[in-house]
């Protein structure tokens, strides 16, 4: 006899009452909530790695010159079960982000927002009131 | 951090429990977890002061999830990767958990536990099935792991029963009299998924811990300038 269940814990209505560590890392310790950035470019390569997928970026400056940016977001298999695959962000997309850079400045940022150049939203935002879109 | 993270990271369940409960926890019935001892809350006061001294002197002041070493027991639902996969073979059950990639492999054939020696983040389980509920009894947790407070001192009872095709219902039961007051239990349903589990390369990924790390030592500039200036302003 072989069994293989995969099974994903439910967490529907529970999860305020519990987990007190509840992210991989803490956000604070990390990035910068004072420092709010709106990136303007294009894909140049998506990490879908554990325990978080990062995005690489060329943004463009306002002199012409080009940074690389790493934005930091949801596991694979949240954004697999979202139906967010590699091909949502083929290399040369242009998009936009709105994060928070890290606070030892370099230039990675907690990836929140991403919109596309037609407007589309890849995430909406949470259901939390309090979640709104940066204000810069 | 509300406004930080949305749901480009949260992967949140979609079902309602039918009691509607708003607590994991059954026993005691108001849902909390009881009392720490006194010895439990120095320890934790202490280990908070430190953390406030020392927040990312080294990767070794983080927790044990951002250094990629254990997820830890009993299973609590965190925001995302609540994903296991429950495999079943003669003698063994392998209970493999997505989150910081940990397998724990359970004899069912009866033998004792291992001796008090032997410690692990994920302690020594054994099985048994008591009807068509597979009953796992875990001691031996390193000293180092840490379940709200407990860690060495921990005996937890997990029980899994199917109570559908695609549901289990799991359980825990936590005794810890070093640590909790007294012992508690928590139950909630677990859904089959269609996904497979994504690999957990958690070093490869863990581009946070050195921004976890850089992130204080830029705290720490900016404490020195801080000072600097009120010196100077001073003089």
């Given at each position: 006899m072989r069994k293989n269940f995969v099974m994903m814990l439910g967490l529907a209505g529970l999860l305020a009452a519990v987990a007190p560590v509840w992210a991989h890392h803490a956000f604070a310790a990390e990035f910068d909530a004072q420092k709010p950035v709106?990136?303007?470019?294009?894909?140049?390569?998506?990490?879908?790695?554990?325990?978080?997928?990062?995005?690489?970026?060329?943004?463009?400056?306002?002199?012409?010159?080009?940074?690389?940016?790493?934005?930091?977001?949801?596991?694979?298999?949240?954004?697999?079960?979202?139906?967010?695959?590699?091909?949502?962000?083929?290399?040369?997309?242009?998009?936009?982000?709105?994060?928070?850079?890290?606070?030892?400045?370099?230039?990675?940022?907690?990836?929140?927002?991403?919109?596309?150049?037609?407007?589309r939203k890849l995430f909406v935002g949470g259901s939390n009131p309090d979640e709104q879109p940066n204000a810069k | 951090m509300g406004r930080s993270y949305n749901e480009f990271w949260r992967d949140r369940g979609t079902k309602v429990v039918g009691t509607r409960r708003t607590s994991l926890i059954n026993d005691p019935p108001d849902g909390k977890v009881p009392a720490l001892t006194l010895e439990t809350q120095k320890k934790q006061a202490d280990a908070r002061a430190y953390q406030r001294l020392h927040p990312s002197d080294g990767p070794e002041d983080r927790n044990l999830w951002e250094r990629c070493l254990s997820r830890g027991l009993p299973i609590v639902p965190g925001p995302y990767n609540n994903d296991f996969q429950i495999q079943q073979s003669p003698g063994y059950v392998v209970i493999f958990h997505e989150m910081v990639h940990e397998a724990r492999v359970i004899p069912l054939d009866g033998r004792p536990h291992a001796s008090p020696d032997i410690r692990q983040w994920m302690g020594d389980g054994?099985?048994?099935?008591?009807?068509?509920?597979?009953?796992?009894?875990?001691?031996?947790?390193?000293?180092?792991?840490?379940?709200?407070?407990?860690?060495?001192?921990?005996?937890?009872?997990?029980?899994?029963?199917?109570?559908?095709?695609?549901?289990?219902?799991?359980?825990?039961?936590?005794?810890?009299?070093?640590?909790?007051?007294?012992?508690?239990?928590?139950?909630?349903?677990?859904?089959?998924?269609?996904?497979?589990?994504?690999?957990?390369?958690?070093?490869?990924?863990?581009?946070?811990?050195?921004?976890?790390?850089?992130?204080?030592?830029?705290?720490?500039?900016?404490?020195?300038?801080?000072?600097?200036?009120?010196?100077?302003?001073?003089?």
């Amino acid at each position: 006899m072989r069994k293989n269940f995969v099974m994903m814990l439910g967490l529907a209505g529970l999860l305020a009452a519990v987990a007190p560590v509840w992210a991989h890392h803490a956000f604070a310790a990390e990035f910068d909530a004072q420092k709010p950035v709106k990136l303007k470019g294009t894909v140049a390569k998506v990490e879908f790695i554990n325990p978080h997928s990062w995005i690489h970026m060329d943004v463009k400056e306002a002199d012409g010159k080009v940074t690389r940016w790493m934005v930091e977001g949801g596991s694979p298999n949240a954004l697999f079960r979202r139906g967010v695959t590699k091909d949502a962000l083929p290399q040369g997309t242009e998009i936009s982000v709105d994060g928070y850079q890290a606070k030892d400045g370099s230039n990675r940022a907690n990836g929140r927002d991403i919109t596309f150049a037609d407007g589309r939203k890849l995430f909406v935002g949470g259901s939390n009131p309090d979640e709104q879109p940066n204000a810069k | 951090m509300g406004r930080s993270y949305n749901e480009f990271w949260r992967d949140r369940g979609t079902k309602v429990v039918g009691t509607r409960r708003t607590s994991l926890i059954n026993d005691p019935p108001d849902g909390k977890v009881p009392a720490l001892t006194l010895e439990t809350q120095k320890k934790q006061a202490d280990a908070r002061a430190y953390q406030r001294l020392h927040p990312s002197d080294g990767p070794e002041d983080r927790n044990l999830w951002e250094r990629c070493l254990s997820r830890g027991l009993p299973i609590v639902p965190g925001p995302y990767n609540n994903d296991f996969q429950i495999q079943q073979s003669p003698g063994y059950v392998v209970i493999f958990h997505e989150m910081v990639h940990e397998a724990r492999v359970i004899p069912l054939d009866g033998r004792p536990h291992a001796s008090p020696d032997i410690r692990q983040w994920m302690g020594d389980g054994r099985g048994h099935w008591e009807g068509d509920t597979l009953v796992v009894d875990t001691t031996n947790f390193s000293e180092k792991s840490n379940f709200r407070g407990a860690s060495s001192g921990l005996h937890l009872v997990e029980r899994f029963t199917r109570t559908g095709p695609d549901s289990i219902r799991y359980e825990f039961r936590v005794e810890d009299p070093t640590t909790f007051t007294k012992p508690w239990s928590a139950e909630m349903p677990m859904g089959k998924m269609d996904t497979p589990i994504f690999e957990y390369a958690c070093h490869e990924g863990n581009y946070a811990m050195s921004g976890l790390l850089g992130g204080a030592r830029a705290d720490e500039r900016k404490d020195a300038e801080k000072k600097a200036a009120a010196q100077s302003k001073s003089k």
